[in-house]
């Protein structure tokens, strides 16, 4: 009884303590409740500014994604999130724990937009607007695509004839659930519903293209199509080039907090900490930078400063942007250094990065050329100031740098077909400065160059090569100039000449995030979805596969003919080898020496930078013409150890029964010297084989660099190499089964069975 008085303080204390720790702060309901909250916004949107417009005192704290911020809402990180309405309700549908708050921070209506001058489609679109307002069809509709939970439901099934022509409708298939690829990778949504209602109602056929957002008034204007819609609002600006229809949903800038009520399904998939309060997601800051493992691209800006700034770091260097990133995401470093276009781009397709938001490198991005070639610098740099001072300069960077997230601008530009061409080296992998899109090298970088070259009345011939290999190709004439977000560096101006500067593009740091929560479960049952939506991302999207089987083209070509011409010119080697002439048998012996210890990757710069640079070959040709005289330093000595293991004693007994020394050599020796020469040689093809995945080096487009131009394109970092790490073991095991079966036929045992 003597600590009765204990307990009873000790219990009061607790009650009081969990009372404290469980006590709900106020709940959001309306605008006016949220105060001078931090809002989530998304990185490279105008959220911010719209935001601030209605709340002054409020702060924002920047995502990646929408569903990023919505997350950071839902695990309390955040308080409120703010994006376009349609979005954020149909991220709501499917993570529960979430509400949004009845009035828009901003109010926007959405239309589907025709040619000026095609008012009777407008009209036929307005009459079924109100049509489907009348008998319900509407409401079904916004149920269908805007559920209050779940994902949308699947799209009807529509049939009619359409024996009046056909309807072309465009759309950009990324604003779900506007216009959206389904599980079946199928284009469906709002928008598809309503332009398949439209078509049934005028009995046409409809076809959807789906293209850049930036493309979609073009292709109008243009006649590619006859209307275009993808969660689309309408504008002043945008409804001086074309002809809207009645806005068919009103929307805006919305707010989404966390929904009490049901919080703990929000988080279900992850894993509390003490308290019940929910696991932050955590990244590095940058405060440890001067002692951490930090990639960069080799020979970029970045990998400069890191090495001056911070030596005590430990520095990585990659050739590709993305192996960088795919070392950061498997844990191997800390951080990549890389330009902020570059860094937004990754992060907005990979959830797990964060950018820091220090700049490290402020300078500007220009031009380089051979200190050899001062005319053209002059007419480049005199085309820039014109440029820059007409304004077309910031009209180009506003296609490519787009600050609000929205897609890029693609506009035609005039080109001249004749005369002299202006080589240009690019390294078309730093998205959106330079990259590919439908087979094409695009991106500001290349409008600007290709505006350029129009005023000077040249046309323009691209080389697509490593970054680290551009300065070499212009020093060895293999190009005129290199643009590629080029900063002007004081060691790179002792050896090439820059132009102006045309744009200022920021290093920055990218880290990963870590989620401690536990989405195990949830990452299994999205594991097929994740393989099917990245197969058709990096496969089918923009015709992509296009890429690989031109690669696949190349590697093939490379590789069976330069076997061929260093099988060849091994025979060469081998017969020099083993003559009685000493002379020659050095020569064999030097040749043999020096190729074998040379690395194939620098013997193959060396013959394309150096000796064959003088000659106007493609690098096609000078990788067959390198692959060959190394394959053959190899099986030279395969040749020469198989003949040598053949007893002399078969070649005296031919020449004994009146055979010549040539006959013997064909009809007796060589049989035996194929058949024990065979195996080696076929590992020796295959490692040739992958060993053609280098030539990307000197700006041939091969297999591996086919995936590294798709994963800058998609910026994941994985599957691309297992796509191409699969069909290089299945060439691989086809080219070993045919030799299996040349082996075979020519086995002797075989010959006495026939």
């Known amino acids: 009884m003597r600590n009765l008085p204990l307990v009873i303080l000790t219990s009061l204390l607790v009650c009081l303590f969990f009372s404290c720790s469980e006590k709900k702060e106020k709940e959001i309901s309306k605008l006016e409740d949220i105060g001078n909250s931090r809002f989530a916004v998304v990185t490279g949107t105008i959220a911010d500014q719209l935001v601030w417009q ?25 308080k409120v999130a703010a994006y376009d309405e349609p979005i954020l309700r149909n991220i709501m549908a499917q993570n529960p724990g979430l509400k949004m708050l009845p009035e828009l921070i901003t109010v926007d209506n959405y239309g589907i937009a025709v040619r000026p001058k095609d008012t009777f489609l407008k009209q036929a679109a307005d009459s079924l607007l109100k049509a489907l307002k009348t008998d319900g069809r509407y409401d079904d509709m916004i149920k269908r695509w805007f559920p209050a939970k ?38 469906v949504g709002f928008d598809i519903e309503f332009v398949s209602l439209l078509a049934q109602s005028m009995d046409m056929k409809l076809e959807i293209q789906n293209m850049e957002f930036g493309s979609l008034i073009a292709s109008l204007i243009s006649g590619k199509t006859d209307l275009i819609g993808a969660c689309m609002t309408i504008t002043e600006e945008r409804a001086k080039t074309v002809l809207f229809t009645d806005p068919y949903y009103q929307g805006g800038i919305a707010a989404v907090v966390k929904d009490n009520g049901t919080s703990d399904a929000g988080v279900a998939s992850g894993k509390k900490s003490g308290f019940g309060q929910p696991t932050p997601i955590q990244f590095r800051d940058g405060s440890d930078v001067d002692h951490a493992a930090i990639g960069a691209m080799t020979g970029s800006t970045g990998e400069m400063y890191i090495r001056s700034h911070y030596p005590q770091a430990k520095l990585y260097c990659f050739d590709d942007i993305m ?6 995401q498997a844990g191997k470093i800390d951080y990549v250094i890389t330009a902020y276009t570059t860094a937004l781009k990754a992060a907005n397709k990979n959830r797990d990065l964060h950018l820091l938001p220090k700049e490290y490198i402020n300078d500007y991005a220009a031009i380089a050329f051979s200190k050899e070639n001062p005319q053209l610098l002059k007419e480049v740099n005199d085309v820039l100031i014109n440029f820059r001072q007409s304004g077309l ?17 693609r506009t035609d530009i005039p080109k001249v077909t004749e ?30 160059i290709e505006r350029i070259a129009y005023e000077l009345k040249r046309p323009i011939q691209y080389y697509d090569m490593k970054f680290s290999a551009l300065i070499a190709a212009l020093e060895s004439k293999k190009a005129d100039l290199v643009i590629s977000n080029l900063t002007a560096t004081e060691e790179r101006r002792k050896a090439v000449n820059f132009s102006d500067g045309y744009f200022v593009n920021p290093q920055i740091l990218v880290t990963v995030k870590v989620d401690t929560s536990d989405t195990s479960e949830l990452s299994d049952k999205n594991f097929f979805t994740k393989i099917k939506r990245s197969f058709y991302n990096n496969i089918i999207l923009e015709n992509r596969y296009i890429l690989l089987w031109n690669g696949l083209k ?27 002439s000493v002379g020659l048998q050095i020569f064999a012996k030097v040749y043999i020496d020096l190729l074998r210890g040379i690395p194939q990757v620098v013997l193959l710069m060396i013959m394309f930078y150096v000796i064959l640079a003088s000659f106007n070959i493609s690098g096609v040709t000078v990788a067959i013409i390198t692959f060959a005289m190394n394959f053959a330093a190899y099986v030279s000595e395969m040749f020469r150890t198989a003949i040598e293991s053949v007893n002399r004693g078969q070649t005296e007994a031919g020449i004994a029964m009146g055979f010549s020394r040539v006959k013997t050599f064909i009809h007796i020796v060589l049989p ?17 084989v992958k060993m053609t995945a280098i030539v990307g080096y000197i700006a041939v487009q091969d297999l591996t660099k086919a995936s590294d131009i798709i994963r800058s394109r998609t910026f994941e970092a994985f599957f691309p190499l297992i796509m191409v790490a699969i069909i290089y073991f299945v060439l691989a095991w086809l080219l070993t089964f045919l030799m299996e079966k040349i082996q075979i036929q020519t086995s002797p045992v075989r010959k006495k069975r026939k």
């Not at 002054?56 to 911020?69: E, F, I, Q």
């Not at 099934?157 to 389904?182: H, I, R, Y």
């Not at 190349?554 to 009685?580: E, P, Q, Y």
């Open 672 to 688: 035996q010297a194929i058949q024990r020469v065979l195996p080696v040689y076929k590992g020796e093809f295959i490692a040739l």
């Open 554 to 580: 190349v590697t093939f070509l490379i590789s069976i003919m330069a076997a061929l011409l260093g099988t060849l010119l091994g025979a060469l080697i081998c017969l020099m080898r083993m003559s009685k």
């Open 323 to 328: 192996d960088a990133i795919a070392s950061l």
């Open 150 to 187: 779940g994902k949308p439901a699947p799209m009807p099934q529509m049939k009619w004839e359409g024996k009046n022509g056909v309807l072309t409708f465009g759309t950009n298939a990324v604003n779900e659930p506007f216009s959206f690829f389904d599980d079946k990778l199928q284009i």
């Open 54 to 78: 209605k709340f002054p005192d409020a702060t924002c704290a920047y995502y990646n994604s929408p569903l990023d911020a919505c997350i950071a809402v839902q695990k309390g990180i955040e």
């Open 419 to 448: 005369g002299k061409p202006i080589r240009v080296a690019i390294a078309a992998n730093r998205e959106p400065m330079c990259f590919i899109s439908n087979n094409e090298i695009v991106g500001l970088d290349c409008e600007l």
């Open 393 to 409: 300069l910031d009209t180009i960077i506003q296609h490519w740098v787009r600050t609000d997230g929205s897609n890029y601008i």
